[in-house]
């Protein structure tokens, strides 16, 4: 995005001070509808994350879904184990740039990184088993609050699973590095020490997408490879398609493994739904009636038949969970493929709670 770009969307700069109290520092990151900025809370003399919202994406002129469910979330049960693994909306306020824009602000605790960034202190970019099984025992717990209290995430990927900051001192550090090195990362500077990795904790951030149980901010959700299979499709679908977007994420981070790619060479490689479906099929299918009678009619008539097989399925090599997850072996590798088959059900109402799948072998054993 271009500085006028940026200009115009974030009419904002280092060392303003917004809402009477937090003094920007930095900006950490910006999206498509929003950018981040690192602050220090002069009332509290703490750190804090602002994220500023674009005015011609909500105009800021009503209560939207990323400003009201946060609000819910924050006060829905904070006993809950999950509330410390998801991010906690701190303040929220609207700030009107020289042009008149309104711009909704929230406020919470800064992160070190994203999944993205964290994977690379590992070789390979691939998380450890025993790390992997803590972030997913978080992430799970996270989902168990949300889904209690009427909310559906619909957006989780890397890019939206954040480490906490271990100690706030380090914010400190990075910032004194920075003015030499404005390469520096803060998720950098979050371990002193490898052996402290296993201490990870993170929470589920941005619900800019997410919905209500009961009322949905749109129906096309998810990111496109990882979307369940009624999304797809075009049916009904509730909190469960957050279960299948987590499973088919598990593989990713913990062995790099891209569980569906849309793709055959057959038609040169471009993603198609057809192919997506037909990797699913394979994998776990079939696909029940009852969820191709209640899809988009179009789309399910153009790839199913009358007998709900998939028309002129292409031939692909064998699809083999085993052969896949390479990092893993012995009851290690058997435990895991039984979570994800458990979260990777075609049916979503056989696919296993966020509760229950806290309880599966490979998150309670090692």
Same mark, same amino acid.
């Given at each position: 995005?271009?500085?006028?770009?940026?200009?115009?969307?974030?009419?904002?700069?280092?060392?303003?001070?917004?809402?009477?109290?937090?003094?920007?520092?930095?900006?950490?990151?910006?999206?498509?509808?929003?950018?981040?900025?690192?602050?220090?809370?002069?009332?509290?003399?703490?750190?804090?994350?602002?994220?500023?919202?674009?005015?011609?994406?909500?105009?800021?002129?009503?209560?939207?879904?990323?400003?009201?469910?946060?609000?819910?979330?924050?006060?829905?049960?904070?006993?809950?184990?999950?509330?410390?693994?998801?991010?906690?909306?701190?303040?929220?306020?609207?700030?009107?740039?020289?042009?008149?824009?309104?711009?909704?602000?929230?406020?919470?605790?800064?992160?070190?990184?994203?999944?993205?960034?964290?994977?690379?202190?590992?070789?390979?970019?691939?998380?450890?088993?025993?790390?992997?099984?803590?972030?997913?025992?978080?992430?799970?717990?996270?989902?168990?609050?949300?889904?209690?209290?009427?909310?559906?995430?619909?957006?989780?990927?890397?890019?939206?699973?954040?480490?906490?900051?271990?100690?706030?001192?380090?914010?400190?550090?990075?910032?004194?590095?920075?003015?030499?090195?404005?390469?520096?990362?803060?998720?950098?500077?979050?371990?002193?020490?490898?052996?402290?990795?296993?201490?990870?904790?993170?929470?589920?951030?941005?619900?800019?997408? !997410?919905?209500?149980?009961?009322?949905?901010?749109?129906?096309?959700?998810?990111?496109?490879?990882?979307?369940?299979?009624?999304?797809?499709?075009?049916?009904?679908?509730?909190?469960?398609?957050?279960?299948?977007?987590?499973?088919?994420?598990?593989?990713?981070?913990?062995?790099?493994?891209?569980?569906?790619?849309?793709?055959?060479?057959?038609?040169?490689?471009?993603?198609?739904?057809?192919?997506?479906?037909?990797?699913?099929?394979?994998?776990?299918?079939?696909?029940? !009636?009852?969820?191709?009678?209640?899809?988009?009619?179009?789309?399910?008539?153009?790839?199913?038949?009358?007998?709900?097989?998939?028309?002129?399925?292409?031939?692909?090599?064998?699809?083999?969970?085993?052969?896949?997850?390479?990092?893993?072996?012995?009851?290690?590798?058997?435990?895991?493929?039984?979570?994800?088959?458990?979260?990777?059900?075609?049916?979503?109402?056989?696919?296993?709670?966020?509760?229950?799948?806290?309880?599966?072998?490979?998150?309670?054993?090692?």
């Amino acid at each position: 995005m271009s500085d006028a770009s940026n200009a115009e969307f974030y009419p904002v700069s280092i060392g303003q001070v917004l809402h009477h109290r937090y003094r920007l520092l930095q900006r950490l990151g910006s999206g498509r509808y929003s950018a981040v900025y690192l602050a220090r809370d002069q009332k509290e003399s703490s750190y804090k994350a602002i994220k500023i919202l674009r005015p011609d994406c909500y105009n800021g002129k009503h209560d939207l879904f990323e400003l009201e469910i946060p609000r819910h979330l924050r006060r829905a049960n904070p006993d809950h184990p999950g509330y410390q693994h998801i991010t906690i909306l701190l303040d929220d306020f609207i700030h009107i740039g020289q042009s008149g824009n309104r711009h909704v602000c929230l406020v919470m605790e800064p992160m070190a990184e994203d999944m993205k960034g964290f994977s690379f202190f590992f070789d390979g970019a691939k998380i450890p088993n025993l790390i992997m099984k803590r972030i997913t025992r978080q992430l799970l717990s996270a989902l168990e609050y949300a889904h209690a209290s009427g909310v559906i995430h619909s957006d989780i990927k890397q890019d939206n699973i954040m480490v906490k900051v271990r100690d706030p001192s380090i914010i400190d550090r990075y910032l004194k590095d920075s003015l030499s090195n404005p390469a520096a990362n803060l998720g950098e500077y979050n371990f002193d020490d490898i052996s402290e990795l296993i201490h990870t904790e993170v929470v589920l951030c941005d619900w800019g997408s !997410s919905s209500w149980v009961r009322k949905h901010l749109t129906e096309m959700i998810q990111p496109r490879l990882l979307r369940a299979p009624e999304v797809i499709l075009g049916a009904p679908w509730g909190k469960e398609v957050d279960i299948w977007n987590l499973g088919a994420l598990l593989p990713e981070l913990l062995d790099t493994v891209q569980m569906f790619s849309g793709k055959a060479t057959v038609t040169g490689g471009v993603y198609h739904i057809k192919h997506h479906i037909e990797e699913i099929d394979a994998l776990f299918g079939p696909f029940p !009636s009852e969820m191709l009678a209640n899809g988009n009619s179009k789309l399910v008539e153009r790839i199913f038949d009358n007998d709900c097989k998939i028309r002129d399925c292409t031939k692909r090599p064998p699809a083999m969970l085993e052969r896949w997850i390479q990092c893993l072996d012995g009851p290690e590798k058997t435990n895991f493929l039984s979570l994800i088959r458990s979260m990777l059900i075609i049916d979503p109402k056989e696919r296993k709670t966020a509760l229950a799948l806290q309880r599966a072998s490979w998150l309670t054993t090692g």
